[in-house]
């Protein structure tokens, strides 16, 4: 495990593949944001050699919790990076569906957008990669997907949800909810630096106050 100190210190990250993830409220964009802000106007990378896929949903509340949020609500400058976008925006798939159909309407349109970005790197990657809320992918993508993109990288950073708090009473959303569990643990079985940002959440809190 690494110290909040280790943690925050960005330069450590460079040249290497590193995975935040946790539950929902556990500050995997901001830090992500942070992220991108270093490379950007500490390191001075040209923003175009650095993409951003971005899959998460506009931020919401629900249950007294937050849920999504763009790069971009933290640090607008990520526009001037290689920013693969796509038309429509991400439906949080669960907390929008109220039977099976629904929710694998979701799903599908999410994939499209999700994987219109993929075959967009992957067609000209660069060397820095970040990916904001992967599990939105692994719904009904393939893990295998991300190690991809993640290997065609010099330096990865990205994050992704991976809890019980969105997994809902819904029980129709269930095999969605073991699905994405199995795929982002094998991300994180996989990725260099994986970071449980569980172990953060009170140290962030101090932080950003």
């Known amino acids: 495990m690494k110290k909040f ?22 500050y995997k964009t901001y830090v992500t944001a942070l992220f991108v802000k270093y ?15 971005d899959f998460a949903p506009k931020l919401r509340h629900f249950n007294q919790m937050k849920i999504g949020g763009k790069i971009s609500h933290y640090y607008n400058n990520v526009n001037k990076c290689n920013l693969i ?3 429509d925006e991400i439906i949080p ?33 660069t060397q820095i990669l970040i990916i ?8 009904l993508g393939n893990y295998k997907d991300i190690l991809k993109m993640v290997r065609k ?30 795929f982002v643990e094998r991300l994180i079985e996989t ?4 970071i449980n940002m569980n172990e953060f959440v009170s140290n962030l809190k101090d932080l950003i106050k």
């Open 191 to 194: 990725i260099q630096q994986s």
């Open 85 to 87: 976008e796509f038309q």
């Open 153 to 182: 990288s010099n330096t990865f950073f990205g994050n992704s949800y991976n809890g019980e708090s969105i997994s809902t009473k819904k029980q129709f959303t269930s095999l969605l909810s073991l699905k994405e569990k199995k």
């Open 132 to 139: 904001n809320d992967i599990s939105i992918h692994l719904h």
């Open 5 to 26: 100190k280790e943690f925050l210190n960005f330069s450590s990250y460079i040249g290497s593949h590193t995975l935040l993830y946790g539950e929902t409220n556990t």
């Open 39 to 53: 490379l950007v106007e500490e390191r001075e990378y040209d923003p175009l050699d650095i993409t951003v896929l």
């Open 93 to 125: 798939p669960r907390l929008n569906a109220t039977n099976l159909k629904e929710l694998m309407h979701n799903i599908c349109a999410n994939y499209k957008k999700t994987s219109y970005s993929i075959q967009q790197f992957n067609s000209k990657p």
